[in-house]
């Protein structure tokens, strides 16, 4: 469940060859990061239950944010949650 981004500092900070980073990296493309992103959302969302709409939509698009995921991504899982999408 983290973005490219992120999972890019992950592995450097475990000092993995930048060679075999973006080797690695390259197969991970916009909907790959989605996915992650939706399972996520779907996962916090189920424990936001109780919360009012707002609450949730700022806690989880925290959540998304931390995990380096983009304004772009969390808007568009915020909305699928909106309508049920997810």
Not at 42 to 63: N, S
């Amino acid at each position: 469940h983290l973005s490219k981004t992120a999972l890019r500092r992950e592995l450097q900070a475990k000092g993995v060859d930048r060679d075999h980073l973006d080797e690695a990296l390259a197969t991970i493309d916009t909907d790959d990061e989605l996915a992650a992103a939706q399972a996520l959302a779907t996962k916090k969302a189920a424990a936001m239950r109780g919360l009012e709409p707002m609450v949730r939509d700022r806690r989880l698009a925290g959540a998304l944010a931390r995990r380096g995921f983009g304004s772009g991504i969390i808007s568009t899982v915020l909305s699928e949650l909106r309508r049920g999408d997810l």
